[in-house]
Nanobody, 134 residues
Framework: QVQLIESGGGLVQAGGSLRLSCAAS????????VGWFRQAPGQEREFVAA????????LYTDSVKGRFTISGDNAKSTVYLQMNSLKPEDTAVYYC???????????????????????????WGQGTQVTVSS
């Protein structure tokens, strides 16, 4: 089992920055990849960014490229999402997720692009609200 706790959300003006944290505990040695997703009211959950646990593969959705950076601190079992130049359309609940099963690993080895698929993730955090005012 892996537990994930997000933090760092809040209210920020457009153009500002926030850094989200995702602290993992439990069987962190099983984690193959960590992803960040977001969900705005009335919308589907969408992929934001993901990284292999060893940061060998990193993936971003086009709308955040150049503005968001995913990184990790293995010693702290924590993954970060640095968000700069925030826009009102970035407003959403942000979730981190971990892929840690044999099933997900079998999918991940086929292509790094699969890190964008919610179905490969086995564990999810509770979410943290990010609100960007105009």
């Amino acid at each position: 089992q892996v537990q994930l706790i997000e933090s760092g959300g809040g209210l920020v003006q457009a153009g500002g920055s926030l850094r989200l944290s995702c602290a993992a505990s439990g069987r962190t040695s099983d984690i193959h990849a960590v992803g960040w997703f977001r969900q705005a009211p009335g919308q589907e959950r969408e992929f934001v960014a993901a990284s292999g646990w060893s940061a060998d593969d990193i993936l971003y959705t086009d709308s955040v490229k150049g503005r968001f950076t995913i990184s990790g601190d293995n010693a702290k079992s924590t993954v970060y999402l640095q968000m700069n130049s925030l826009k009102p359309e970035d407003t959403a609940v942000y979730y981190c997720a971990a892929a840690a099963s044999f099933r997900s690993r079998a999918i991940l080895v086929t292509s790094a692009q699969t890190m964008a698929y919610p179905r490969i993730y086995d564990y999810w955090g509770q979410g943290t609200q990010v609100t960007v005012s105009s």
